[in-house]
C-alpha cells in the first residue's frame, strides 16, 4: 500500500500499517516499560492492529501494555479484539476507561461485545455505562435469539418520510442532531414506520432539490426480519451486494439497520468455522488460546479419530491369517486406505463448500453425485494400473497387483460416493456438514478399503 | 428474509430469492419449452439468481435456457456467473446480445469477465463493443498484473478539488453526466490528479453549503498502488473496514477506486483457496466442472499423496519380520498414524489460516510452536493410556500397551510440531501454506507412527 500523500495543509496523517518491525520495537518499549516510545509506536495505528498486537504478545507483556497505555484502549479496539481476550482485557482496564470505551460505541457492536461475556460484572458494568437510549437498544437487541438478524443491527438509522423531496431530506440531515457514524441510504418510511424503500445518498447527491425521494429511490429493496438468521443475512448481503439493509419487527415496523461490515464479518466467521471443523477443531478455537483451552478444544474430534481407526482396526484383524501368511499384505495395506481417505475428502471438501454457498441443490445433487463416483472410478483405475505395477515389481506377484488394483477402484468410488453422499444427508438432517462428514467419510473409506484388499486377498491369494 | 412492503404508489416491487420449488418449477418450463412461464418465473430473480440457476441445471437445460431467454441475459449475470461457464455462455449468445451485456459493466467487472476468457476471439468481440474510454480503461487495466489493484479498480471516480465547498461538490454532482452505479466518496484531488483525502457522501449531505470540503475529510485515507496485490488490499478492506479506496500510478496520480464489493469477492475467493487447497483440491474447481475436470484436477494430489504412502509402506516393510510374528502389530498400526495425521491436520489447519489473517507472526511463532507441542504431548498421554488399555485387553499383552502409549506420545507431539513448523516454513519460502502443507505433515506422521510403533515393537517385544 502507498503512503498517502500529505497535502498543504498537512490535514492527513499518514495511514501506518502493522508490520514486524514495528511490532518488536513495541515489545522491546513494553519490555523497558517506555512510555514515550509506546505512544509514539501505538498512536498511529488502527484499532484493528492494536487488537492484533494485543493477540499476538505474551500475556505478560499484554500486562504491561494495558497498564501502561489503558487510557487509550477504546471501543474500536475492544470489539476488534479476539473474543478469547476480551474479558482478560476487561478485567484489567480501570472501570472508568470501559465506561468511556463502551460510550463511543455504535449499539451493534456493544450487543456484540456483550452477548459472549461469561463475566456478568462485566456485562452489568458495560450496560451501566450507556445512556437509556442505548441502553435500551442493547437489551432490545439482546431479546432476539443468538446469530439472528436483531442482534446483528444497530439502532442508528437515518430515515425519512416517503412522500419527502429531495431538498426537504437535505435540510433535515444538515440540521440532524445525532447521525450514524457511517451510513449509506436514507431509508423511505410510511407514516407507521414501514420501511418502504431506500434511496442512496449518491442518488440525493445528484438530483434537485424538488425531486421527491419516491422517484429516485432504489429498483431493488430488500428488508430481513428480526428473527431472521445472520446465516441468511449474510448470503443474501453477498448473493445481491447489498450495502445495507433494514430490520423490522413483526408487524414490518423499522427497527434498525444492518450494514456491510457486519455481514462481512459474518462471512469471515462461517468460513472460518468450516474450515476448522473440516479439520476437526472447535470453530471458536484462536490462535490466543492457552495450552489447556487447546487439548480440550482438540480432544472430541481425535476421540472420535480413535473410535472410527479401531473399527478399521477391528476389520484388519478379521485377516490376520492371511497377513501373516502374506506379509505384503500389512506392507500395503495402508496405501489403500489413506488413498481413499484423501479422495474422500476431497469430494467431501467441495460438497460442504457447494452446500454452504448454495450452489449444491436438489437440481444437480444427482448429476453431481454420479460425477464423483464416476471421476472416483477413472481416478482409481489409473491409480490402480500405477500400484498394480507396484505390487507386482515390489513383491513378484501378479495376482497380489490385481487385488491392489481391484481394492483400489473400489475403495475411490466409494470415496467419491461417501464424499458426496454423507454431507448431503447430514444437511438434510440439519447436521452441520463441516463438523461431522469427515468422520464418517474416513470411516467408511478406511473399513471399505481395509476389508477389500484383505476379503480380496483371501479370496484370490490363497 | 420478509417480503417488503408495497408503497401506495406501488413502485416496489417483491424481492423473490431463488428457493428449490421455483428451481424446479423453472426446469418444467425449460422441459416444456414454455416462454411465458419461464419469462414469468425468471423476471423477478437477481442476476446473481440467474447465474445460480445456469450453473446448477444440466448443459441441455441451459442450452434451451439459452435459447428461449438470450435476451435478458445482461452483463450482470455474466459477471456472476462461475468462470468454468462462462464461456459456454458467451459462445451460445447471439453477439448483439453479448455486445449489449458488456456495455452495461462498469469497466472493473469487464475485467474480470475477459481476463480468464481462453478464447481470444470471445475477448475480442467483447472490446470490440465497449465505447473508447472504456476501452482505453479496460487495456490500462488489463496491463497491470493479474491479482493485482490495478484490475480490480474501476476508472468511474468522483473526484472534486481539494478547495471545493460541499455546495460546489453538491452542484457539480447534480450536473454531473455520467456517475458510477455506486459511490461512497468524493474523493478530493490536488492539481496534479493526485488523490490528498475523501469525504463520505454522509458528511457532505449533513454539512452546510460553504463548509470546505478539506474541513470534513475523514481522518484516515489509505490508497493503492495500481502494483499492490489484490490480497493486500482484501486484507486492508477487512482489516480497516474500508468501502472504497482509491489506486493511484506510479506517480501518486488516481487511476481509479476499489470498492467493498470487489474486496468481498477476493475475500471470498481466497477463503474458498484456502478450504479447498486444504483438502488436496484445486482452487480453480466448482460444481460446475465436468467429470473429466475433475478427475484431471483432482489427480495431481492423490498422485502426491501415493508417494507419500508408498514412503509409508517401506517402513512398514523393514519390519516384516516382527509383523509375521506378531499380527498385533498389523492390526493396531494404522491406529497410530491415523490419530498422528489428525492431529497434524488439526495443527496444521489452525497455523494455516492464521498465517492468512496475519494472527501468527514472528511476535508469536515461538509461544504458537511450543503451545502445540505441548497440546500434542498431553492429548498424546490421554490417548496413550486409553491405547494402552486396549492393547492389553484386546491382545493380553502389557509390553504390547507399553509401545503403543509411547508411539502415540511421540506420534502426537510431532505431529504438533509439523503441523506448526511446516507451514511457517513454507510461508517464509513463499510457497503457499495451504498448498503443500498436508502432504508434508501426514508423511511426516505417517512415517513417525509406522517408525515409532514398529521400531520401540522390535526393541521391547522380542
Not at 494485543?54 to 497498564?67: F, K, V, Y
Not at 456484540?112 to 456485562?123: R, T, Y
Not at 444538515?174 to 414501514?194: G, K, S
Not at 474422500?344 to 460442504?352: E, F, I, M, P, Y
Request: proline share 3%; net charge negative; glycine share 6%.
Amino acid at each position: 500500500m502507498s503512503e498517502p500523500q500529505m497535502n498543504d495543509d498537512d490535514s492527513l496523517e499518514d495511514e501506518i500499517e502493522l508490520d514486524e518491525p514495528r511490532l518488536r520495537l513495541i515489545q522491546i518499549a513494553l519490555d523497558e516499560r517506555d512510555q514515550t516510545a509506546l505512544d509514539d509506536l501505538l498512536e498511529p495505528l488502527h484499532g484493528a492492529d492494536i487488537a492484533d498486537i494485543l493477540e499476538q504478545i505474551s500475556s505478560a507483556e499484554r500486562g504491561t501494555l494495558i497498564a501502561l497505555w489503558s487510557g487509550h484502549i477504546d471501543g474500536e479496539i475492544l470489539s476488534e479484539l479476539d473474543e478469547s481476550l476480551r474479558e482478560e482485557v476487561l478485567d484489567a482496564l480501570p472501570a472508568e476507561d470501559v465506561a468511556e470505551a463502551v460510550r463511543e460505541l455504535d449499539t451493534d457492536d456493544v450487543v456484540d461485545l456483550i452477548e459472549n461475556l461469561d463475566d456478568d460484572d462485566q456485562a452489568v458494568a458495560i450496560m451501566g455505562a450507556l445512556n437509556e437510549a442505548d441502553r435500551f437498544a442493547v437489551e432490545r437487541a439482546l431479546s432476539y435469539p443468538e446469530y439472528s438478524a436483531g442482534r446483528l443491527m444497530q439502532r442508528e438509522v437515518v430515515v425519512a418520510p416517503s412522500f419527502w423531496t429531495v431538498g426537504q431530506a437535505i435540510d433535515f440531515l444538515r440540521t440532524a442532531e445525532e447521525l450514524p457514524e457511517q451510513f449509506y441510504h436514507v431509508i423511505l418510511i410510511d407514516p407507521r414506520m414501514r420501511p418502504v424503500g431506500h434511496v442512496t445518498l449518491g442518488k440525493i447527491l445528484s438530483t434537485s432539490r424538488d425531486t421527491p425521494l419516491s422517484e429516485i429511490e432504489e429498483e431493488s429493496f430488500r428488508t430481513f426480519d428480526a428473527t431472521d438468521s445472520e446465516t441468511e443475512v449474510a448470503y443474501a448481503f453477498n448473493q445481491y451486494h447489498l450495502i445495507s439493509a433494514a430490520v423490522v419487527d413483526e408487524d414490518d415496523r423499522l427497527l434498525g439497520v444492518i450494514t456491510i461490515d457486519d455481514a462481512i464479518r459474518i462471512l469471515d466467521e462461517e468460513a472460518e468455522e468450516d474450515i476448522l471443523r473440516l479439520a476437526g477443531v472447535d470453530a471458536e478455537e484462536s490462535i490466543s488460546n492457552r495450552t489447556l483451552g487447546v487439548v480440550r478444544r482438540r480432544f472430541p474430534w481425535l476421540f472420535v479419530n480413535l473410535i472410527t481407526a479401531i473399527l478399521a482396526s477391528i476389520v484388519i484383524s478379521q485377516f490376520e491369517g492371511i497377513i501373516t501368511e502374506i506379509v505384503a499384505l500389512a506392507v500395503l495395506m495402508p496405501i489403500i486406505a489413506s488413498m481413499g481417505g484423501n479422495a474422500g475428502t476431497q469430494s467431501l471438501t467441495v460438497a460442504v463448500r457447494a452446500l454452504a454457498t448454495r450452489d449444491l441443490t436438489g437440481a444437480n445433487v444427482w448429476r453431481v453425485i454420479r460425477r464423483e463416483v464416476i471421476a472416483g472410478g477413472i481416478n482409481g483405475m489409473i491409480f490402480a494400473a500405477l500400484m498394480a505395477a507396484v505390487g507386482v515389481i515390489w513383491f513378484g506377484s501378479p495376482m497380489l497387483g490385481v487385488v491392489i488394483a481391484v481394492a483400489m477402484v473400489i475403495n475411490l468410488v466409494v470415496a467419491g460416493l461417501a464424499g458426496v453422499g454423507i454431507p448431503v444427508v447430514l444437511e438434510k438432517a440439519g447436521i452441520d456438514p463441516a463438523l461431522a462428514s469427515g468422520a464418517f467419510v474416513t470411516t467408511v473409506t478406511d473399513v471399505v478399503g481395509f476389508f477389500a484388499f484383505l476379503g480380496l486377498a483371501a479370496l484370490w491369494l490363497i
